[in-house]
């Protein structure tokens, strides 16, 4: 059974800096990850898709990487806004379901 | 491009009470449809998922159900309302591949 875990639970870094979150999962038979942010009360909005074939994929000052065999992902921000506080999430997909299986989150704030 | 429309943002309903939540998706055809569910300080829990009209696939048994009675809409219900069914509720949708995309959820307070 896939388990997702995200490392560290909460993060609190200086504006600028550059950061990397972490995310690690059991099962390396995964169709895709995908890593979301979510505001507090707000719904989940979609940063990156990496399909199982993909090793990474960029989006402005993001890049997300996947290492199957090693079962992790990386989510890279670089130059850190306070507008990047947020909850972030990554999570699996075993089949074109879309049944995600989740980690538990970062919570990551930015200091002015 | 595509949207999804999610209702009501909040809701405050008594114990024993209906309950109907609406999703809608524009913009594209035959998605796939989630509803999913996150209890104050948990993480998100999948309820249902629909790959087409009236396909619904139930992850937890419970006293809520789904109906997906047009393409792009999808329907959350309970006959009666308990208080562990209180959290936030979230609408998503996928298709080809396309990464999930989610409603803005409604906040269900059961009291």
């Known amino acids: 059974k896939q388990e997702v875990t995200q490392i560290p639970a909460a993060l609190s870094v200086p504006e600028g800096e550059n950061l990397v979150l972490n995310c690690s999962f059991t099962?390396?038979?995964?169709?895709?990850l995908q890593w979301f942010r979510q505001d507090p009360g707000k719904g989940l909005t979609s940063l990156l898709l990496i399909q199982s074939s993909q090793r990474e994929q960029t989006s402005g000052r993001l890049n997300a990487s996947l290492d199957k065999s090693s079962g992790r992902s990386t989510l890279y921000i670089a130059a850190s806004q306070p507008g990047d506080s947020a909850t972030y999430l990554c999570?699996?997909?075993?089949?074109?379901?879309?049944?995600?299986?989740w980690g538990a989150g970062t919570k990551l704030i930015i200091k002015p | 491009s595509q949207t999804i429309h999610q209702w009501p943002a909040t809701l405050v309903q008594p114990v024993g009470s209906p309950l109907s939540l609406e999703c809608t998706v524009e913009g594209t055809s035959n998605p796939n449809l989630y509803w999913y569910r996150q209890a104050a300080g948990r993480g998100l829990q999948l309820l249902f998922y629909s790959v087409g009209i009236g396909q619904i696939s139930s992850e937890v048994p419970q006293n809520l159900s789904a109906s997906r009675p047009q393409d792009r809409q999808f329907i959350l219900s309970s006959k009666k309302l308990l208080l562990s069914d209180s959290g936030f509720y979230l609408c998503?949708?996928?298709?080809?591949?396309?990464?999930?995309?989610f409603g803005n959820g409604t906040r269900l307070t059961v009291t």
């Open positions: 099962d390396s038979a995964i169709y895709n």
């Open positions: 998503a949708w996928t298709r080809g591949g396309s990464p999930l995309h």
């Open positions: 999570a699996t997909s075993m089949d074109s379901n879309y049944q995600l299986i």
